[in-house]
């Protein structure tokens, strides 16, 4: 992948661990959504033949030297991205999660809006909900820590189909949360005082494999989300500054 | 309470001379050693000082004065651990940071082999 060139480049990356099964079609999907953007799978060590099913179906891969989880993966993405020049990132999750047919309407909100974030949305307008009870109970739960913090309800804040532009991309190429990142990443870029639009689109079920966090992970992820963005909001740099 | 004091300045002295062993085969470094032999001679001497661990016990409104060592041996341990604590957390933090930059090392070093790749060995 060459540096980016022109003005409003766009990178799709996709983190992937040991999703050989699910990652081909995902690439392939991406880029008939989206033709002539590049497409950059970020292996995390898999122990199985991701990244050269990545390359077959035309991705770049940037192979990690070892696992280090979802954020430290998603973290590479946003600094080689960062580094190569990129405006814009788009994030669409390895297992077929997210449908790559709402990445072009979440890039035109991204450039069109003053927005620095923008995340693709399964509960705005609840088309194709696909979440355990454990997980929709989490997610109410949630929103309602977030709204003061945020000061507007984000619908779905465990949504990984997340667009950044190259604002958001810089603080998170310095500073990503790394388990568990989503939630604390919407409270690291409030506290920067930008801002966050949601775009309906549609989740379907994994293609492969299960969700990392199961019931009894629940409690802890809970936890640990809590702890960082209480962490997060104590981080709070003197004023808010506008970008 | 004689017998609890012999017993923790014997562990006292075991830890000691692990961690110096440790240190002499350099399986732990000597910063990190510090720790371990700051809280195992603290120990040692308290067990063996009978009226300093008195002292400590009336100061600290302790009856039993062997309560006291435990009370003692337990900070000076939950510091340790928290000392170790963030340690462990600055290397993770630093190794995720070079992980990263190796990966974007080889990534930017097959790119520019692939660039600089003669024409006839290009497919």
Redesign the interface.
Known sequence: MRKAQAPGSLLIIIPAYNEEAAVGEVVQEVRRAIPGVPVLVIDDCSADGTPSVARTHGAEVLSLPHHLGLGGCVQAGYRLAFELGYEYVIRVDGDGQHDPAYIPQIFQVLKQSQCQMVIGSRFVNKDGVHTSLFRALGIRFFRLVLRPILGKTVHDPTSGFVGVNRAALEVFSRSFPLEYPEIEALVVLQRKAFNFQEVPCRMRPRKTGKSTITALKSCYYIIHVLLGVFVNVLKYEGRRRRP | MDRLLNVVSVLSAILVVMVLASVRRAHIRVEYSVSWLGAAVALFVLSLSGSSLDRLAGFLGITYPPLALVLVMACIFLVVLYRFSIIISELKDSN?AL??R???L??QLE?LHEEHRPPAETR
């Open positions: 995720i992980a990263q190796v990966a974007i080889q990534y790119s």
